[in-house]
């Protein structure tokens, strides 16, 4: 017996219909909220740097995909910066991507990049936003920032660069507006957000004005690869995030973050036979 359809699936009128609906949806319940977001910038950095990410905005070689879509991913990132940098997240503000990215379309400035949509890869306006969207997100997870909204999606898109790996790429998901990043702040300090794109790369800045007690680790377990009864191939690991005593690199808490098992959604053939399972 076939599945009956979502109303959203009967054709591409009503998929608008839809998605015009959670837009709404979404402003309606902001507009009406006690949440204070945070908008005032400041192009002063803070003193102390609570973590640091740098990344290349445009992925190469086998399995990077259409490099034109490379090249848009890398416009709207640098454009979503731009309209991010010196970001003050005050005590009690929250951070919200899209309240500070505004619409992806054509008319804001933003170019055609790869999107996930149902598990598929496709082009779209704004592509690529996830990745920038992943990079705060690993920001927060060092730092005392509460994460108030999170959605995750495959965070195996292309064969990571190079053969490495890095911790906690856990693929963090947004779509204007309605699936959001929101990142709250509970301490009794201000935090700041610097994004700076140079040439290809991007350097992320997570800052405030006096170093907090503990640290923050994240750490991968058992990261491998794996053939499912449905053909495709999963990155599966375990990620867990540690807090540590900043003076003498005790762990005091470790908590798991997320079991990862990620669609991978580029040529099995590019995966390291030694991380096959």
Known sequence: MSQKKLFCQRGPLAYALSLNKQILTRKLRDAFSRERFARQRCAETLPVVVHAHSCSLIKRGPGAGDPALQEGKARNIRLACSRMDGLIIAPGETFSFWHLCGKTSRRNGF???????????????GGGLCNLANTIHLLAMHSPLTVTELHHHSDALAPDPGGVR?????????SYNYIDLRLRNDTDRPLQLCLRCHDDAMTAELRTTAAFPHAY????EDHHFTRADDGHYYRIS???RETLDRVTGAVLARELKWNNRS???????????????
Not at 116 to 124: H, T
Not at 166 to 174: H, I, K, L, N
């Open 111 to 125: 170019a055609p990049g790869r999107i996930l949509v149902g598990g598929v890869l496709r082009p779209g306006v």
């Open 166 to 174: 890095r911790p906690y790429s856990a693929g963090t998901s947004v």
């Open 217 to 220: 680790r994240i750490v991968e």
């Open 238 to 240: 375990r990620i867990f």
């Open 263 to 277: 669609r991978v959604m580029f040529d099995p053939s590019l995966l390291p036979p030694e991380l096959i399972r």
